[in-house]
């Protein structure tokens, strides 16, 4: 069954809405310019209420590997995911904790195989933006990454295109943050409902 990462929680109430839904995993996203921005010390609260109950992954974009180790075990993260332009060195040092977000643009393949790891998440190339844009991508593209790496898809999924995506793709997860928001950083929780059983259903 395809698992389900709800990234961009900025509250512990809605972390706690989250987890009632059923998702696998929450995505907390350390990138001072995004609207989605989780500070460390709400950081630290919702890992230290649900820690167990949940896959804590930390979102950082062209951080120093050092802040990443910092924050990684300030919060008590257990996975992070690289999403600017790291190197794939970047990504080695933090194996098997790490994995590397791919924008979609080109050969994507190629550009899949040049980071290291077990774990891949592509999401929509948006020129100047690294995420969280709400657009989506030929998900064709995808399937051959799919078919060697555990895929992450994100990019533009929303409720009523998950079941869609997770049928072209079999992906081993699927990311989902403005897709189930009432506003940037707010978690609609019939949306994540909604979301999380489509993308099981």
Request: glycine share 8%; aromatic share 6%; charged share 25%.
């Amino acid at each position: 069954m395809v698992r389900v990462k709800i990234c961009g929680v900025t509250s512990l109430e809605d972390a706690r809405r989250t987890l009632d839904a059923g998702a696998d995993a929450i995505g907390l996203n350390f990138w001072a310019k995004s609207a989605r921005r989780c500070s460390e010390e709400v950081a630290r609260e919702i890992v230290a209420a649900f820690k167990g109950q949940t896959l804590f992954v930390g979102v950082f974009v062209d951080s120093s590997a050092d802040e990443v180790e910092r924050i990684r075990t300030s919060v008590g993260l257990d996975c992070v995911q690289l999403h600017g332009e790291e190197p794939p060195s970047m990504v080695q040092r933090f194996l098997p904790h790490a994995y590397k977000a791919v924008r979609v643009r080109g050969d994507v393949l190629a550009a899949v195989r040049a980071y290291p790891g077990e774990h891949v998440l592509l999401d929509a190339y948006v020129p100047g933006l690294p995420g969280g844009t709400g657009a989506t991508f030929d998900w064709n593209l995808a399937r051959a990454v799919a078919a060697e790496r555990k895929l992450t898809l994100a990019g533009g999924l929303t409720p009523d295109n998950v079941r869609a995506a997770v049928a072209t793709v079999n992906p081993y997860c699927v990311d989902v943050a403005s897709g189930v928001e009432s506003a940037p950083g707010v978690k609609d929780p019939a949306l994540v409902r909604a979301f999380i059983a489509n993308a099981r259903g």
